[in-house]
């Protein structure tokens, strides 16, 4: 059986605090018709539908994909809602590749929406992923735990917080040219340094966005690639890793994983690399888009994806290593987490201008010559992650 898996369609929202004229199903099916009509496709030629979804508190709707059945097609069709935090846009693109694989579909529509901003207090319900009796009354918070794993990471390898700040600089400057994200400008270093303390070290300019949009993908098997699309980005190398729930179990010697220099990435991405065929990230791979909420993550992203040891990725981001030209991999063209995080399909969008890339279907943000791009997310305090491996051509299937 022909087990190639290729991305048919793509489609995304801009980016923004607040999507005040349309509702959540009206985003979400907006996001698929999209996708059809970028993929050429009807309803009728999609086998199932698989919905990105994070917390729905953020909104005041319990169980938000019943809701948006019938606006996103899916009615008549299997359906299956994927929630991992953070990761769950790549969760679901995950989710949807084991779909055609398996030849159980042969083709699947991953759609999704996000209306964070309508809760007043966003850390509030992102504060219930710690444990109520340990974690949660430290106060243990999103932005304090990261504040910590910036701390230590810095103090492992001799960085500061001004390397921190180069990252936004590159960022917003990046997001520049992208029209979907939420971000972007001509910062500076002192922009950043001025910036309000939120948690030391991360300042205001350090954390993403609370982003409110929409995004939707069509992934197909061989014979729907044919019909549909001239042009298609191959899904080759697909992987996710599960820590342990209790941040403790992260921070010492016995643990599974390091939590400040995140080894978990690592051992998705690896797995990912193997089963894409990809043997030298350096050579092989020309854009990534890292789920990097904060300054700090992209960083130790980059050194356990393979494109450069631990504590060096902010000494060589010095040097425009990481520029879309020139550089030693194009990292976030399109601005990244950073500029723009819409949590229930962040990890989608990563995948959506990963995808685009490699079918030269980026726009603005386009950059030369894209064989092979590489996308990540992780969720749940870095408890979930993915990465996923888009290709020019397909890889040989592995097992």
Same mark, same amino acid.
Not at 31 to 49: F, I
């Given at each position: 059986m022909d087990q190639t898996v290729a991305v048919l369609g793509t489609w995304q929202s801009d980016f923004r605090t607040q999507v005040n004229e349309l509702t959540f199903v009206e985003q979400a099916?907006? /996001?698929?018709?999209? &996708?059809?009509?970028?993929?050429?496709?009807?309803?009728?030629?999609?086998?199932?539908?698989? #919905?990105s979804l994070a917390p729905t508190f953020f909104m005041g709707v319990a169980d938000a994909d019943r809701w948006a059945v019938e606006s996103v097609f899916a009615a008549g069709k299997p359906i299956f809602r994927v929630h991992t935090g953070g990761?769950?846009?790549?969760?679901?693109?995950e989710a949807a590749y084991t779909l055609v694989r398996s030849g159980m579909a042969?083709?699947?529509?991953?759609?999704? /929406?996000?209306?964070? &901003?309508?809760?007043?207090?966003?850390?509030?319900?992102?504060?219930?992923?710690?444990?109520? #009796?340990?974690?949660?009354?430290?106060?243990?918070?999103?932005?304090?735990?990261?504040?910590?794993?910036?701390?230590?990471?810095?103090?492992?390898?001799?960085?500061?917080?001004?390397d921190m700040a180069r990252v936004v600089v590159r960022a917003r400057r990046n997001a520049m040219k992208n029209p979907h994200a939420h971000l972007k400008g001509e910062v500076t270093i002192d922009d950043v340094m001025k910036s309000k303390m939120i948690a030391w070290p991360l300042k205001l300019y350090d954390i993403c966005p609370r982003s409110s949009g929409s995004a939707a993908m069509i992934l197909g098997n061989t014979e729907m690639a044919k019909r549909f699309c001239s042009r298609p980005a191959f899904l080759n190398g697909v992987a996710s890793v599960t820590d342990t729930y209790w941040m403790g179990d992260r921070l010492v010697p016995s643990g599974e994983t390091d939590l400040i220099d995140y080894t978990l990435i690592g051992r998705a991405v690896r797995e990912s690399y193997r089963r894409a065929g990809i043997r030298d990230p350096r050579k092989d791979i020309q854009v990534t888009e890292l789920y990097d909420p904060y300054s700090f993550n992209c960083s130790t992203k980059l050194e356990q994806a393979g494109?450069?040891?631990?504590?060096?990725?902010?000494?060589?981001?010095?040097?425009?290593?990481?520029?879309?030209?020139?550089?030693?991999?194009?990292?976030?063209?399109?601005?990244?987490?950073?500029?723009?995080?819409?949590?229930?399909?962040?990890?989608?969008?990563?995948?959506?201008?990963?995808?685009?890339?490699?079918?030269?279907?980026?726009?603005?943000?386009?950059?030369?010559n894209v064989r092979n791009a590489l996308a990540t997310s992780s969720g749940g305090a870095g408890q979930f992650v993915s990465s996923l491996v888009f290709g020019a051509e397909p890889a040989a299937v592995s097992h």
């Open positions: 099916q907006v /996001a698929a018709y999209g &996708a059809y009509r970028a993929a050429g496709m009807t309803p009728d030629d999609v086998d199932a539908v698989v #919905f990761a769950t846009g790549g969760s679901a693109v042969r083709s699947v529509l991953i759609v999704g /929406a996000e209306r964070i &901003a309508e809760t007043p207090d966003a850390q509030k319900v992102l504060n219930l992923i710690f444990d109520p #009796f340990y974690e949660r009354d430290m106060p243990l918070s999103t932005n304090s735990l990261m504040a910590l794993r910036a701390t230590a990471y810095l103090h492992r390898h001799g960085l500061t917080q001004e494109f450069c040891s631990p504590g060096t990725a902010m000494r060589l981001e010095r040097e425009g290593a990481w520029e879309c030209e020139g550089g030693i991999v194009a990292v976030n063209p399109s601005g990244g987490t950073l500029c723009t995080n819409p949590i229930a399909v962040t990890g989608l969008v990563r995948c959506i201008d990963a995808a685009d890339q490699v079918m030269v279907r980026a726009g603005p943000i386009q950059v030369k």
